[in-house]
């Protein structure tokens, strides 16, 4: 009977001191910012090694799965891209004709800002986050290799989101599609601003929810390009981010919302590319230059 | 000595269900849902062990996730140290050759961390469709983590066994 009061009495103190120290770290978190780069510099020598270890070894299976793959299948594939590429060839010839008439008129109306040509950097996505809640993602690049908070995260043309922490050999990846992601967009055609708000219920369906957008006469049809807006603060201008697969008129009849198919595929996401340039400083250059 | 090695050994099975939660389950998904394995490590120590190696199991599966994810430290590692050290509290109604205490334990475990984070993650910001997210999420999460349990809990459980074997065949060396 002493003994297990005794025992009970030791679980109890030892629940209280975990708790306390949990209680610790989450002020700590919160005031200050001191707790987490120790940590999360721990995190950098014992998980994420392993973590790109795992990856590695994934990459080199599925590489294997590949070659597996007949070459008869190849074949037919080499033929369809083979003519892909000649259909490509003459559009990019036109296309590279029309780029020099707009550099042309572009240096008559000295607007020299071109949106497409931001600097990237590539970096392996090599762990997501533990839970089903949040769509967060590592990948394996990190401060020391320049990365920093509030650079924005490509995958092909597409946003993928933005990077919301950074460890020495790793960072953190918010994608557009998370719950507490919220992206100023605008329609491409029609420079109409709107919300891209992720949702976790819509997750399954892979849509993303834009909100706000005004209810005016321009009309959006389904199909319509949204790209990041030239008011949001942390994402750069111009960087495509779906097509519209719905539009519906809210009941207060001044705004409109509706769904987006993103063009990045969020299941499959194993490269990403980071631009190193944040809005931050873009807006800081342009600021001293005027 | 032994116990030098329970602890290393237990500090293993958390990293590596940790790495196999963030990497290789993510292309085990089913419905875009993965399982919660370290939450089926910190339910078994503590109805295995006893409420404080769940509680302490718990506070570093929760840590290792609260470093690498999340925006506070501190919060899923009281969230996995609570259920583990209540976990232990039914070690006395726990037999080891019966799978319907850890089933029941795991799934229930299961429910109240769903619960508790849509609590403190999605209620207090406003997102007020339960039903949304206990169809899509919670009970998806509690099904999968379910049917890992099975394979996983063995694992756990032969672990345990070994352990504790060399554990008493020490002790009698020394007596």
Known sequence: MNKKNQSSTSNKYWLFFTVSICILLMVLSLLTAGVNGPLRGFANYTVIPMQKGINQVGMWLSDLSDNFETLKDARAENKALQEKVDKLTIENNNLQQEKYELERLQELYKLDQNYADYEKVGAHVIGKDSGNWFNTFTIDKGANDGIKVDMNVMAGSGLVGIVTETGPDWANVRSIIDDSSNVSAMVLSTSDTCMVRGDLSLVPSGEIRFEQLENNDHEVAVGEQIVTSHISDKYLQGILIGYVSEVNVDSNNLTRSGYITPVVDFKNLQEVLIITTTKADKNGTGESAQ | ?175
């Open chain 2, 1 to 175: 000595m032994k116990k030098i090695k329970r602890k290393v050994v237990t500090a293993l099975m958390i990293i590596l269900c940790f790495l196999l939660q963030t990497t290789v389950f993510n292309h085990l998904t089913l419905a875009t849902i993965r399982p919660n394995l370290l939450l089926i490590l910190t339910a078994s120590f503590g109805f295995m062990r006893g409420s404080k190696e769940g509680l302490i199991v718990g506070f570093f599966s929760g840590l290792l996730i609260d470093i690498q994810f999340s925006a506070i430290m501190g919060f899923y590692a009281l969230v996995y140290a609570l259920i583990g050290f209540a976990n232990g509290r039914f070690q006395r109604l726990y037999y080891d050759d019966d799978i319907k205490l850890p089933l029941f334990l795991i799934s229930a475990s299961e429910a109240v961390y769903g619960l508790v984070i849509y609590f403190f993650m999605y209620l207090l910001r406003s997102r007020f469709s339960f039903a949304t997210y206990l169809s899509q999420i919670i009970i998806p999460e509690l099904i999968y983590t379910v049917i890992i349990t099975l394979g996983l809990y063995q694992v756990i459980l032969f672990v345990n066994h070994r352990l504790e074997e060399e554990e008493k065949r020490s002790a009698s060396k020394f007596v």
